[in-house]
Structures are given as structure tokens and as C-alpha cells.
């Protein structure tokens, strides 16, 4: 059986503002309806014997990954919560560990959960292909077939042909642009594309062989794992204590059963926002508009306005025009790749948005800060049916509550009451309160806040369904 292991740990920040650290790339539709992460999943559900995936991420982002697999009907999922970042190599590991509980013979297909892939018969010819190299002990990775002189790939160097692959002869560094272009001129060079298949316990033999401080600490943190909800909790004090290191210096480069099958799927790992202009679909100037947008005399230009809100452009070419309720960017194309830069300089000046959209999800619904002064906030709050808010209270805030649609459950204190279109109510500072939806409809309300200090962090919880501090 073939069980799909979903490694999404990235934070996706060369595509700010639109992908930031609580909400990173592969959650967001990029191209298409659904996420990045929800049409690899479909993907890999297309492959025939496929067992149900495990998904490797963060503990932030884990209720973005349940509700997206709810949202899909994709049932038995495994979600693994890395208690920080250690790289490919541990991850994979944690999720070899899982599979084989479900399967000693298991065999994963390890799969980065934003890449975009356009075609798709291809890319399952591909794994076809992998599957009886991989059955065989091989440890199989993907090449990408090179379209072009890239130097923001690693390259793989095909060996002696086997039956259904190459052996890998060699992993390249990413290239300065003449020796990308020899690679492609040579024709036996390939992407690194870092999608791989093997056996789950070839691969934990492997670790033992080549990087045997990763896995005896994985295999420590994982025996000291604990579910919680839909979730698998890694010990984080074992884990921690991992190498940090990725499954191409850790494994790959050092085995002598590394191979590697070529592929031409219109793939890309939308590692820049120049990268989605050049996979997207574009008009007759060579745009890719989303939104609302009029552009007059430009060419070549990715424009994508937000939710409310007119972008225009006028005789510009080769930009980037990037629009979010509470930021906007504007770049040349060719210079996207330096987004980053502009990330690690709002890090620097402690500001939240490289962190935070207007807009922050939660497992029981969302909420927009659409006002804020010195001493107020006002935000717009949807509350899923059947979903609650912790019990909760604030030390420095008091709140007032105003229903738009739907039906609430209050509790203040020692009431508890219902709200409906138009009503209010008002919640003193250090008041012991929580908010339900008993309706079968979204509720929406409009929340003021008003205090000394109005941080996310003046909560403190007294009961929670989702198992949060």
C-alpha cells in the first residue's frame, strides 16, 4: 500500500503578503479553488491502492490541515505535530515511524505539500514507475525534467539506467547560471524536486546507517508520543534534540541505493511569486490579474487585489502588484526572490505582519481586525455551527458583543443567554465569558474592545474543546 506523507512545515515567506507565518502558502488557493496542500492531497488519492495520508506540519497550523481535510471528506488522516522545526530528514521520519504502525511493508510517497503540479496523468505515469524500484529497496526520488538554465534548483545527475529509473550518480548544489546551462545542455540533469518514495522501513535503515543521531532521537520522541483530538503530539523535549538536517544530506547523498525517475509534469514549487506568474495562466499581454483589477497598457505583471478593494495599473510592465487589507506589494519580477529580504526587515522591526493577516484563522471560525485605536479594537467574528470560543476572561479589556446574523450562546459570568440578529451585549473586564453558535448557520457578530491593552495574549482560558493552553 502506498501511504502519502505530507510534509507541510514551510512558511512560504517569498510570497508575503499574501503567505505569512500563521497562514503560509500551501493553505492558501493559489492557483485554483483549493489550497496548495489540499490538490496535493487529491493527487495523491488518485494513485489507485493509496492509504489514507499523514501530514506533517506545526502545531500552529494544525487545525488549518484538520479543517482542510474536513473540508475534502478525507477521513483516518494522521497529523503529526513537529514540536519545532528540525528539517526533512526528522520528518520523514516521524511519518516512517507512523506508517509502519499502520503497515510493517508500508511503502510513502513523500510529497512537499505547496508544490503545483499541471499535469497530472504524468505525474501518477511517474509514480507508477517508482513504485516497483522503491518495492525493491531503492530509495526513489523524482527529478524534474529542466525547462530552462535554473539556478534556484539543486540538479540531480542521472547514473546507469535500472528498469523503470537511473541510478542517482550524483546531487548538485544550486548552480550559477553557465553551469545551469551545461546542465541542460548536457541532458542528463534533472530538478531535485524533493519528492521521493521508498519503503518506510528502508528508509528508517537507512537513517540508522547514515545519520544515526536523528533516528534514535526520533524514534525516542516518537515512543513518547500522545494523541490528542486528531492530532499526534511528539514529545518536544526528545524531538528538540534532533539534528537538525534534510533527507538529502542525511540520507540520500550517502546511500548506494539512491535513484531517481524523470518526469516533465509541469511542476513547480511556487518558490517565488515570479514562479506563480510563470505557471499561471495570462491574458494576451501576458498578465495574470485576480481580483479586481484593470490594468491599461501593462505586460507581463502578476496583479492580485484583495477581498474589497480595486487595484489599477497603467502602463507598467514586469511587476508584481500583490494587494491584502492591511499590506501591499509592489515589486519588479525579476526581483521577487528578495521578498524575503523584506521579511526578515519587518522580523527585525518587531512589526506583525510577517506574521499575522488582518484576518486570523481559528479552529472555531475567523476574525477581521477592521478598526483599531490607542485604546479600541473592533473586529468582525464568524463562529462555525455547533463551534465555541474558550471560556475565557481578560485582564485588561472589556468587550461589547453585537450580533449581525445568526444565533449566539453567551455565558458572563454565572448567565448564560441567547443573542440574535441586532442584540447585544456587553462583557466587563474580568468577566468569565464564552461564545457558542447553536444555530445551523454561521454567526457573525461585531466585537468592541475597549482597555489599556489589547494584545491576543490578555486570555486566560478555563476550558477549551480544542485542547489549546
Known amino acids: 500500500m502506498i501511504i502519502p506523507v505530507i510534509l507541510s512545515g514551510g512558511s512560504g515567506t517569498r510570497l508575503w503578503p499574501l503567505s505569512r507565518k500563521n497562514l503560509p502558502k500551501q493553505f492558501l488557493p493559489l492557483a485554483g479553488d483549493s489550497s496548495l496542500f489540499q490538490q496535493t ?3 495523491a488519492s488518485q494513485l489507485g491502492d493509496v492509504g489514507a495520508p499523514i501530514v506533517v506540519c506545526s502545531d500552529d497550523h494544525r487545525f488549518l490541515v484538520a479543517e482542510q481535510l474536513l473540508q475534502m471528506k478525507v477521513g483516518g488522516a494522521s497529523i503529526i505535530l513537529e514540536p519545532a522545526p528540525r528539517n526533512t530528514a526528522p520528518a520523514i521520519a516521524l511519518a516512517a515511524l507512523q506508517a509502519l504502525q499502520r503497515d510493517p511493508d508500508a511503502v510513502m510517497l513523500v510529497l512537499p505539500a505547496d508544490h503545483l503540479i499541471g499535469d497530472t496523468a504524468s505525474f501518477q505515469h511517474a509514480v507508477e514507475q517508482a513504485l516497483p524500484v522503491a518495492t525493491n529497496d531503492w530509495l526513489v526520488t523524482f527529478g524534474i525534467r529542466p525547462e530552462a538554465a535554473e539556478t534556484g534548483f539543486g540538479y540531480i545527475r542521472r547514473g546507469e539506467a535500472l528498469e523503470h529509473a537511473f541510478r542517482v550518480a550524483q546531487f548538485v548544489e544550486k548552480p550559477d547560471a553557465s553551469t545551469a546551462q551545461r546542465y541542460v545542455d548536457d541532458g542528463g540533469y534533472d530538478w531535485n524536486s524533493g519528492m521521493f518514495m521508498f519503503k518506510a522501513a528502508r528508509y528508517m ?14 524514534r525516542a520522541a516518537f515512543a513518547r508520543a ?3 483530538l486528531d492530532f499526534v503530539r511528539i514529545d518536544p523535549a526528545t524531538f528538540i534534540a534532533s539534528p537538525e538536517d534534510s533527507i538529502d544530506y542525511a540520507v540520500m547523498e550517502k546511500t548506494d541505493r539512491a535513484a531517481v525517475v524523470p518526469v516533465s509534469c509541469g511542476w513547480s514549487d511556487i518558490g517565488s511569486w515570479a514562479a506563480l506568474w510563470a505557471a499561471a495562466d495570462k491574458d494576451d499581454s501576458g498578465n495574470r490579474l485576480e481580483g479586481d483589477v484593470i490594468a491599461i ?26 494587494d491584502t487589507p492591511d499590506a ?12 524575503k529580504k523584506l521579511v526578515d526587515q519587518l522580523k527585525a522591526a518587531g512589526r506583525p505582519e510577517h506574521v499575522f493577516h488582518r484576518k486570523v484563522y481559528r479552529p472555531w471560525g475567523n476574525y477581521d481586525s477592521i478598526d483599531m485605536g490607542e485604546r479600541f479594537q473592533v473586529k468582525r467574528i464568524v463562529v462555525k455551527p455547533g463551534a465555541a470560543l474558550s471560556l475565557q476572561k481578560h485582564h485588561h479589556r472589556a468587550e461589547h458583543w453585537i450580533v449581525v446574523s445568526g444565533t449566539a450562546e453567551v455565558t458572563r459570568d454565572e448567565e448564560v443567554f441567547l443573542l440574535s440578529e441586532n442584540q447585544s451585549t456587553y462583557l ?4 468569565v ?37
Open 433 to 469: 465569558h464564552r461564545l457558542r453558535n447553536v444555530g445551523k448557520v454561521p454567526l457573525e457578530l461585531i466585537e468592541v474592545q475597549s482597555g489599556s491593552y489589547l494584545g491576543e495574549d490578555d486570555i486566560v482560558r478555563f476550558e477549551d474543546v480544542y485542547g489549546r493552553a
Open 41 to 43: 492531497v487529491e493527487r
Open 205 to 218: 535503515e537507512e537513517l540508522d546507517r547514515h545519520a544515526p543521531a536523528i533516528a534514535a532521537a526520533v
Open 328 to 339: 501591499t506589494l509592489v515589486a519588479s519580477r525579476e526581483r521577487s526572490q528578495d521578498v
Open 428 to 431: 466587563p473586564l474580568g468577566s
Open 297 to 322: 497598457d501593462s505586460r507581463n505583471c502578476l496583479v492580485r487585489s484583495s477581498e474589497r478593494r480595486l487595484v489599477a495599473t497603467i502602463g507598467v510592465d514586469d511587476l508584481v502588484v500583490i
Open 226 to 228: 500522545k494523541s490528542d
